[in-house]
């Protein structure tokens, strides 16, 4: 894994954003049925990729995709504020410090022994990512089951309002609270593992 951060114009012509788009499709169009954009028949790109958007991308040696997540600024657009609002009994977070954790997706081509682990460092990843960059926290909307996975890694999460049928899936809102702590959290837990940075990238560029 290579770390690069404040990459400008960041776009399709680059290898790990390509098979990051391209693994999104797979996943949340092709397996899960979200009816979500498609670019190109290839890439799942939404109103959300735009250039104030934020992506860890764990990749292979050759650039093959394993791992990655969008973050979003909580003070602007993003999924909780904009399309679920009703997931809060409380205001939705935002603040220019906390970010929302998007498209949280495990390449489906990955040997099923294999995902657990690229998981744990994805999410080490997030961990270190918020304390080198100075975010405070992370929102996200969840179906149940993986809350419930989220909520047993170790840091702070809570759940932020009701269980709402959306869509066929029981959905819910957290918040996870990052300190200096997070990682002997996550350590505790068995989750959090130190490994090389993901690539960073910020400032999304569509290009062909």
């Not at 929302?100 to 998981?119: G, K, M, N, Q, Y």
């Not at 999460?157 to 809102?173: E, S, T």
């Amino acid at each position: 894994m290579q770390q690069s951060s404040g990459i400008n114009g960041a776009s399709l012509v680059d290898p790990a954003l390509r098979a990051m788009f391209e693994a999104r499709k797979r996943v949340f169009v092709d397996l899960l049925g979200w009816d979500v954009p498609v670019l190109d028949g290839t890439f799942e790109i939404d109103q959300f990729d735009t250039p104030s958007a934020a992506y860890l991308v764990l990749t292979g040696e050759n650039c093959e995709h394993r791992a990655s997540a969008r973050l979003l600024r909580s003070d602007g657009p993003h999924i909780l504020r904009d399309l679920f609002p009703q997931l809060c009994t409380g205001p939705v977070p935002q603040d220019e410090a906390f970010r929302e954790i998007t498209r949280f997706c495990i390449d489906p081509t990955l040997p099923r022994a294999d995902r657990r682990s690229v998981r744990n460092q994805l999410v080490s990843a997030l961990a270190d990512f918020a304390i080198s960059e100075g975010i405070s926290g992370y929102s996200a909307v969840a179906p149940v089951p993986w809350f419930r996975q989220i909520a047993q890694f170790g840091w702070r999460c809570q759940q932020l309002g009701p269980c709402v049928p959306i869509n066929g899936q029981q959905l819910v809102a957290l918040r996870i609270d990052i300190d200096q702590d997070t990682r002997a959290q996550l350590a505790n837990a068995g989750i959090y593992c130190r490994n090389p940075q993901p690539e960073a990238y910020g400032g999304m560029e569509l290009a062909a």
